[in-house]
């Protein structure tokens, strides 16, 4: 009786989302967040609008990290093209951008500003190096208060080609596309990393540009596709201060499968 209550539960938000106007309106300057807005249009037969500057970005990483600090000094962020669909139109808007700074690029700072949210559900979803989609969630919540800011999907930039499938079950599971998938089981308790552990860890994260720290313990879980692990891990924040991460890896079935870390949450 209770998954049949669950079920139906289930078919019914799909039937009240199904029956909402939905926009895909996002920001991209490499195309990398262009690339999954497309495929979450694709999937779920949204409208579509890319934000633009009016100014663009070089799409350089260094030009772009100068230009951005010079904008968050001095507080005058991006002027935007007008869009030409109206955010009034729309009952579920998917926000897209890249991550900058830890949190969204600063043309949606922009848009932020300009447009109003009031009364409609935000589906964040970004691309990023490493993280960023609590952070910019937490900002989109303090910034848009009359807004509802719903659970938001992310990607490494460097494992785009995983958005597909990632996208099927983040719409599936929240009642935006039709469809059902099995539910994900919790991850087991923490416990200390052992060599075993800390050789996963080490494969998957070892070759990103920037050190992501020591893992101290994990949890693990079997999915349909492999394993998934969360590390708690300690190391050193901007400032050179101790601070303390959780790093999510995932090792496919594949015999020729390699660990991969899939995001960072600080």
Do not use: H
């Not at 037969?45 to 230009?67: C, H, K, L």
């Not at 007008?82 to 700072?109: E, H, M, S």
């Not at 594949?254 to 660990?259: L, S, V, W």
């Amino acid at each position: 009786m209770k998954k049949l209550f669950l079920f139906i539960a289930a078919m019914a938000a799909i039937t009240t989302a199904s029956a909402q106007k939905m926009l895909v309106l996002y920001y991209s300057e490499t195309g990398t967040t262009k690339a999954v807005a497309q495929e979450l249009q694709k999937q779920t037969g949204a409208d579509i609008e890319s934000i633009e500057a009016v100014e663009p970005y070089t799409g350089n990483f260094q030009e772009t990290i100068q230009r951005g600090q010079r904008e968050m000094q001095s507080g005058k962020m991006p002027a935007l093209k007008p869009l030409t669909k109206k955010v009034a139109d729309y009952d579920i808007i998917f926000l897209g951008y890249p991550i900058w700074f830890g949190t969204y690029a600063n043309p949606i700072i922009t848009l932020v500003q300009e447009q109003d949210f009031a009364g409609k559900r935000i589906v964040p979803f970004c691309t990023f190096g490493s993280g960023g989609l609590n952070t910019s969630s937490d900002a989109l919540r303090k910034d848009l208060p009359k807004a509802k800011i719903e659970e938001g999907y992310g990607v490494r930039t460097a494992r785009v080609a995983a958005a597909e499938k990632e996208l099927d079950r983040f719409l599936k599971e929240n009642g935006y596309k039709k469809g059902r998938v099995e539910k994900l089981a919790d991850y087991s308790a923490q416990q200390p990393v052992t060599d075993a552990e800390r050789t996963i860890f080490d494969a998957a994260c070892s070759s990103y540009q920037f050190p992501l720290g020591t893992p101290q313990t994990f949890g693990k879980r079997a999915t349909p596709d492999g394993i998934d692990y969360k590390f708690t891990v300690t190391g050193r924040g901007m400032d050179g201060k101790e601070s303390n991460s959780i790093i999510y890896v995932t090792i496919g079935k594949g015999a020729d499968a390699k660990p991969e870390f899939t995001q960072v949450v600080r």
